[in-house]
């Protein structure tokens, strides 16, 4: 195959912590085989529009730390169509850009199988996103430094539960997949956690606050945003304040905090291994592949396996929930 | 006056950060004279169901801390009433504590002063509130701590609007009071603040925004949650929508988070402060007044006169916002 | 085999963040399942001195996010010898306690070996350190922690490094093991990382820093403790100071600001998941080992090989460091 | 006197907390009152090399969380020179800047104050250190968020010292001034504080730490790294393992994480509220001053007094120490 000369980096989808980490992994590894490296502003938008900015070793520095991308993210409904498309490769190529780099989640690997077999053209992807329901990687970019966030959001909840013996219905993001709420669920001793994969028992739910209500103190439970079956963390509470209406309940959403903010010690580390070893892939010859880490090693795996196949939810956790808030 | 032998103190209203600092001061206080002291939980509900618990150095260590209040708050309804707080008084006398210090805010100090009157009473009042309305302080406990919340869940919401180039309408607390938008709003460097205090000009501020568009940079508008006038975060952002149907618009409603938490060595130094002022007032003789840190000296203002005037909004701070957001 | 009636739960040698979600974890779960559980307070000597605290659901509420261990931790030479260990058995029986659970590293394991073997009493091993330097565990309770402490404190570092163009010799914790410096420094995008499994090559590190000044921009050097190669921190900045006079160069001794504050998120969800198959097994019949969790799954080691045999650094993240920081 | 047109701005001596928030206050009032603006690189040293740098609204957008300066600084030698400064007035001069924005401490004002006279140039200063130590401010830019580093670090050893009963001897910054031990030691329940401003009775130290023994709970001792009386913190843990050497006694030497990081909301509007007004003041003719805030309210302080005059020590504030740690 013709040898990489020139590679360009894009942010898409969702921004996620570590993502400019991953940047500058793919950055100075780029710099450091003596390859060019082009930075694409808002992902397939700007690579439509030719929005490219070369990096050097500076572009980089000290961005290890920052949350979200600096190089910026948009939605790109031109990209969807072929004459888009078409238009991102003459880009590309009026560039001399031969292999590309491309952090996001789903929507991004969509984009970047279709986009890398339309064209023959090398792309890679890095799984950035805080939902960590990518197949072929054990977290994604981001997941770490948000379950944290809601840890850390929820920790702060819990003072104010425990003053005044309430009950907090909290949010939290995690479109389809549950993983974000069931782990720092975990981390916060929450009573139950609602999540889109199973089916919660809301009268065993109501059950065991009945029970729990004698001690007078404080409980949390943690909803899942695209949780549908028992309403989504409102209507949850409705529900609950029907039932108790002497309890004191309150609803928070957490939102956009839960993604912004400094990417954690393992977030920074999993993006410069992975940003290495996309650069060092794409060297030998690998294309339209989710770069990923699993038990500790670094692997591949096919754009449509990484996004088609649902990650398991480990039952084991669910139990743990109920075990530590008895 | 009669010696003083036995101080019970409590808190009440809304939670705030530095509350257990204060609550520790005031025992350490009453020990290192030699005083002794009890815990009320729970405010004035506990204080009428007799909810006591004698506080010693241990009590108290390592809760400086410590968000929340290990005494716990309640509402109480029974407190209003004549025959709520004969029960009080009969509690206080029966385990003969014959002064109290009340931790709160201006619903804690209405009480107090109607209880302290009524009974002849002596009774102090700490300002713990993280709404910073009370006159005769420069700060309340637990102000400075809630700004920081709110500027480091802003700081995280403005690295992904950066990245998408989204504007976000953010809800803080405030109910009537716009001092944690304002000075957070600084803190952020938000394009406009939505207070109580003052009527925002709409279209100024959609002028504002038209021009900054270009940029395509983020920006956070700020809006306390008791700003009635333009609507709420909520209605803002439709108003927002229709004028600016391309802009990525997003609402983010921080609520309780902004409570809890560690409390800053501000609101420690302060809580420690007034707290060891509150014991060395009472043994002095005086009553009915909250103590407060104003200028940076402790000062005493009637329970009527804190709850009762108003803080004026400082407008220079107003124009600060204009021109730093420009 | 006896049926499992009462456990007793310590916590020993350094303390770790995450050590109280740990015992929360066996508390609840020995309540779930019907046992009694006891907590020992200052591990092996509170064991010999009979210093045993009934546990409830109570004790352990909220525990799950603080730092450090309530149950304290102190060394005990006296467990060293025969009749410590007696006198530990005696005060053991005669509170009918019959198994143990021992949270901490391999002092702890050594111990909790000689003394299941001596006496034939179940007892099992939860991986409570931050050096992640233990056999059968991908991380040990705490570390993730310790490294976010890390990365946290030199981020800090970093900002005074880049105004002033410092050079920083940092040293972090890791007395036989430089996982905490290698992970750390990734995370923080050291130039050179310094650890005592590997011999670094002091004129390369010259030579690197030579080509590097013209940047004029700041350079962190992490030095694990336990290095000695080199001569640890101070001896490596003298060198430096030698070399390069014109160069600003410091040093930081981190220190204990790395063992403790809130363990993160996966520190929490990990003392959880060990803390209830601690208590399954031990109900199960497994004895001596230690509980870690490989690849996602709980598995069980022996204890002399949990401390035995060495963790092998990873050479990869060596060859990370030195593409990431030219 | 000729009317403003173009203004410098620059960061001298020691980075602190908020200087990024005072550089874009003052870059961002320049734009709004139509004025130029042009940075200059590391403190004086830079304006003697002509490192200017032209400023517009976005060189200063999203910088107002970052700790540290992003103009530099740097020591200036040279600028004790008359030469020097020659060379620096004739370098502001080929850009027609025709006034400067001076933030830093005592040394940068002192040079200010002289160079102003002798080339008859409107300078005003901005306290940007995080001493606290400067006449004419209730507080410095970097104050705020340096004692709440400190705290946040203590806060951590807390956690290992109460599990380990052990006391912690801690040395914060603090070359001339013990204001930044005097407030974090109150935040974190200091058992005795040791300042230069005053002498500390080393015989009622070791006294009380007696009577507190019993306890076996932990201790902390902050010592201002300018304490020379006790000899710095490793003489004092000396003094202290002689007289109780069955006592675990640690030392930690916080050093520059106290410096970094993000600004606190108070540090970031402080520095907005004092860079506006620096620009207003230059163009209504003040000069040779120090800009600070006295009371909630701007005041100006000529550059020797700011300098000059030790602030006192508020002896209250010790004897809350005294109260609250018996």
Redesign the interface.
């Known amino acids: 195959m013709s040898e990489i000369k020139k590679i360009g980096v894009f942010?898409s989808g969702?921004?996620s912590?570590g993502?400019n980490a991953a940047i500058?992994?793919v950055v100075?590894?780029a710099?450091?085989y003596n390859l060019e490296v082009v930075g694409i502003r808002r992902g397939y938008e700007g690579m439509i529009l030719g929005e490219f900015i070369p990096m050097d070793?500076?572009s980089v520095?000290?961005i290890?730390?920052?949350?979200?991308?600096v190089l910026?993210?948009?939605r790109s409904p031109e990209f969807r169509t072929k004459e888009g498309r078409q238009e991102a490769y003459k880009q590309l190529k009026a560039q001399n850009i031969d292999a590309l780099v491309a952090i996001g989640g789903d929507g991004t690997f969509t984009g970047a199988k279709i986009f890398g077999e339309e064209f023959d053209f090398p792309i890679l992807g890095l799984p950035g996103t805080i939902d960590n329901d990518l197949f072929g990687t054990?977290f994604t970019i981001g997941y770490?430094t948000s379950?944290?966030?809601?840890?850390?959001?929820i920790?702060?909840?819990?003072?104010?539960?425990?003053?005044?013996?309430r009950l907090?219905v909290v949010e939290v993001m995690g479109r389809d997949c549950g993983l974000i709420a069931l782990?720092?669920g975990?981390?916060?001793?929450a009573e139950s956690i609602f999540i889109p994969e199973t089916k919660t028992d809301m009268e065993a739910v109501m059950h065991r606050l009945e029970i729990g209500r004698q001690?007078k103190?404080s409980k949390i439970l943690i909803v899942a945003e695209g949780e549908g079956e028992s309403g989504g963390a409102m209507e949850i509470s409705e529900k609950l304040k029907k039932r108790f209406p002497h309890y004191d309940i309150?609803?928070?959403?957490?939102?956009?905090?839960?993604?912004?903010?400094?990417p954690?010690?393992?977030d920074?580390?999993l993006a410069?291994?992975l940003g290495?070893a996309a650069v060092e892939s794409l060297m030998e010859g690998r294309r339209n592949e989710m770069v990923g880490l699993l038990?500790?090693k670094i692997a591949f795996t096919p754009f449509d396996h990484a996004i088609k196949h649902h990650v398991e939810i480990?039952k084991?956790?669910f139990?743990?929930v109920d075990?530590?808030?008895?």
């Open positions: 942010t969702g921004d912590p993502m500058r992994a100075r590894s710099l450091y070793r500076k520095g000290n290890i730390q920052r949350g979200g991308t910026r993210t948009a054990d770490d379950i944290n966030n809601v840890v850390e959001a920790d702060r909840i819990r003072d104010t539960a425990e003053s005044h013996s907090f782990r720092s975990i981390g916060v001793g001690d103190m309150r609803v928070s959403i957490l939102g956009h905090i839960q993604r912004g903010g400094k954690t010690c393992m920074r580390v410069s291994r290495v038990n500790g480990n084991d956790l139990k743990i075990i530590l808030s008895l």
